[in-house]
């Protein structure tokens, strides 16, 4: 087993959340999540995401609010405290797949209004529109078959481990 490397760790946070944010995501989320996925704790205070980001725990605030929006994270608070701790929800990325999915479906239907409003596919910009549409119809249904295959590979995997 390779010992971690804090500055390399630095380094992907930071690298990855640039990247996010390049495709719109919003920078400190990225920074905070990616934070949180490289933490060996379960849960952190907003105070502790600040510290290991350089940040003042009020820059935190927002982005855990989009963070558990989305459906990324967890709020918990603490015990006999006003403060709240932080996770990461199980299966993260999967759930967050199953609720973008929908957006794919809302695209498309709102593409195929604009399509007809621009006088349908046999004009350049209803064509255009309509590429769109199709295009977030065939994404929506391959998702759904994607987040299948991901739960038997995971459900595969998670079997191989208790075998072990």
């Known amino acids: 087993m390779t ?3 804090e500055r390399a760790v630095e380094q992907f946070v930071e690298s990855t959340a640039r990247m996010f ?5 919003p920078r400190m989320a990225a920074r905070v999540l990616l934070t949180m996925m490289c933490a060996e704790e379960d849960t952190l205070t907003a105070g502790e995401l600040a ?3 350089g940040v003042s725990p009020s820059a935190i605030s927002g982005a855990v609010r989009y963070l558990i929006q989305i459906g990324l994270m967890d709020r918990r608070p603490i015990p006999g405290s006003r ?4 996770s990461l929800r199980d299966n993260a990325w999967y759930l967050s797949s199953t609720t973008t999915g929908g957006v794919y479906a809302m695209i498309a239907d709102l593409a195929d209004g604009g ?3 621009l006088g349908g596919p046999e004009t350049r910009a209803g064509g255009r ?3 769109m549409r199709d295009f977030f119809r ?5 998702m759904t078959g994607l987040l299948e295959k ?5 459900t595969s995997e998670q079997k191989d481990r208790a075998e072990e």
Not at 21 to 25: L, P, V
Not at 138 to 142: D, M, P, R
């Open 138 to 142: 065939f994404i929506q249904g391959e």
């Open 3 to 5: 010992s971690r490397d």
């Open 21 to 25: 944010a390049e495709w719109g995501f």
């Open 129 to 131: 529109v309509g590429e």
């Open 150 to 154: 991901w739960e038997k590979l995971k």
């Open 115 to 117: 399509a007809q409003a």
């Open 83 to 86: 403060r709240d701790v932080y």
């Open 51 to 53: 510290g290991r980001l």
